[in-house]
């Protein structure tokens, strides 16, 4: 341990690229076993829920819950079985987004979707299987306190459902073609990608000690800002990154005529508002103190991601 | 109070067919409260959520719950809850099932299925809905045992993902065209069927007082057999029943080369297997004394409805 790294005795921080990195493979490994082996029956669909899951995506929202662990003094077997449930959650979402009748797209993560690689119906089994399997794992484990479980299990599935992610993307279908302005296109992303980053950012907060009403609040405050800062990124990304930078079809939601900030403010003024909602996610989390470190660095690495 | 219902002196003990209807107005009355409000945004998932949950379907699961609950005295206020989120499940399965890419049904309980009526994209946000309603429900009541509460839910859970209902339906679709042996097709429709009547029994009972260990392997046993009955009767009724009489499209499972008991067996022969398990069904409910009328009296419901 180098006294750079260490002046005041404390053990050494890592950097936020290897956190991230550990994070990212503690998860990975964590989904494997979470998930049912491909040899159980049915055999077809505990595999293709692997092939959905198991992609070395970015995981943004277990490395969220991992960063407002830290928040908490979390212990890290716990996180991971949040950040677990909440990344099935979300690779259900992405799983059934692709479909034919959603968003019909046959690339994602640089591979072909679920559909393609095996077919509509088992896709669908997939995003439905995996989104019983984000509850089963939450409620399978020992937390230590059954009924901040029970809120636990509660937050989740309101974040998921049609006051949630589910409904954002019922909204999303509806505003095909049609012009938004910028309070509707909040609300639609404040449900469709907001609700499951909220409940990442508080599941992980709610592994460890207890929050005051402030400190709540603020962690409210910020999940919001942080969750609407990823939409206006993914946004920008989506008019000037290469698919094959992305992994995913680029330039998608302006052949569809999707509404999205680019097509509302411009790309430079899309730019300045991605960074006033930084400062202000920056800004909810000064009630932390020094805990709030890798919820900062996270906020810059969300407001910087290049795909 | 007639003497002839009441010779013990305790309350009279409506008929079978006046305590379900009762039930079943319950639990429509409950799920009407339990889903979001057609006006809610996003208004034409939530429309689409109801049309899908309000049918008058024979609500067999939420019959099974209350039934169950009787052997525990449990309070009805909580079986509601976990009657209507067993239904709740069931709908999701239904619209599900019905899409293009399953089923490809047009027709459920008289009605136009929901992709029908709505559209697919709408029918895959109505299912995947349901579904996180279902544990949302479960986990934002007061059942004054968060620990009991939190096995509850992954009780659902495991049921409803790709090691219970979504698992049936995935061995179901691989089947197709092929000869079953016997035990294949039981697993399948153990998962496929069975794992959510199941849960719903489990549930119901577990509102009221503890089992003890010999209660809960009984109520086990039951359940297992009342499970496959349901679904062999399901079968014989697809060979003889209209389309009318349904509500759903009959022999529908013969056009598409789906293995039945009744293709297995031939019809009589499914129509004394049938009897068979409804014994055994009934046997297994005798630990529980006076306590199983109603549990009893469904299993018989069961086995000879006609639609």
Redesign the interface.
């Known amino acids: 341990m180098s006294l750079a790294n260490a002046p005041t005795g404390k053990p050494a921080t890592p950097p936020f690229p290897d956190w991230a990195l550990g994070v990212q493979t503690r998860v990975e490994a964590a989904l494997l076993r979470y998930l049912?082996s491909g040899d159980?029956?049915?055999g077809?669909?505990?595999q293709a829920?692997r092939y959905a899951s198991l992609n070395g995506g970015k995981r943004v929202r277990p490395l969220l819950a991992f960063a407002a662990g830290e928040l908490t003094a979390a212990p890290p077997e716990r996180v991971e079985i949040v950040a677990g449930a909440v990344e099935l959650i979300h690779g259900?979402s992405l799983v059934?987004d692709d479909?034919p009748?959603?968003d019909d797209d046959v690339l994602r993560r640089g591979r072909p979707t679920c559909h393609v690689e095996y077919?509509?119906?088992?896709a669908?089994?997939v995003?439905?299987?995996l989104?019983?399997?984000a509850?089963?794992l939450l409620?399978?484990q020992d937390f230590g306190d059954?009924?901040r479980?029970?809120?636990m299990?509660?937050l989740?599935?309101?974040a998921?459902?049609?006051?949630?992610m589910?409904?954002g993307?019922?909204?999303d279908?509806?505003s095909v073609g049609k012009h938004l302005e910028q309070p509707e296109l909040e609300?639609m992303h404040a449900l469709k990608t907001g609700a499951l980053i909220h409940a990442a950012v508080l599941l992980g907060a709610l592994c460890g000690g207890a929050l005051s009403t402030a400190e709540r609040e603020a962690l409210d405050r910020f999940a919001r800002r942080a969750g609407l800062l990823f939409q206006v990124v993914d946004d920008i990304l989506d008019c000037t990154a290469s698919t094959i930078t992305l992994g995913k079809t680029a330039g998608k939601d302006a052949a569809t005529e999707k509404p999205t900030y680019v097509s509302l403010m411009s790309l430079e003024r899309a730019r300045e508002f991605a960074a006033d909602l930084k400062n202000q996610a920056l800004a909810a989390l000064a009630i932390f103190g020094e805990r709030r470190q890798r919820l900062c660095e996270l906020t810059e690495f969300i407001a910087q991601r290049q795909f």
Not at 119 to 122: K, N, Q, R
Not at 160 to 164: A, I, K, V
Request: charged content about 20%.
């Open positions: 049912p159980a029956i049915p077809r669909l505990h829920m259900y059934h479909l009748c959603m077919d509509e119906a088992t669908l089994l995003g439905d299987s989104q019983s399997l509850f089963e409620a399978s059954a009924a479980q029970v809120e299990l509660r989740l599935a309101r998921s459902g049609s006051r949630g589910a409904g993307q019922s909204i279908l509806e609300l």
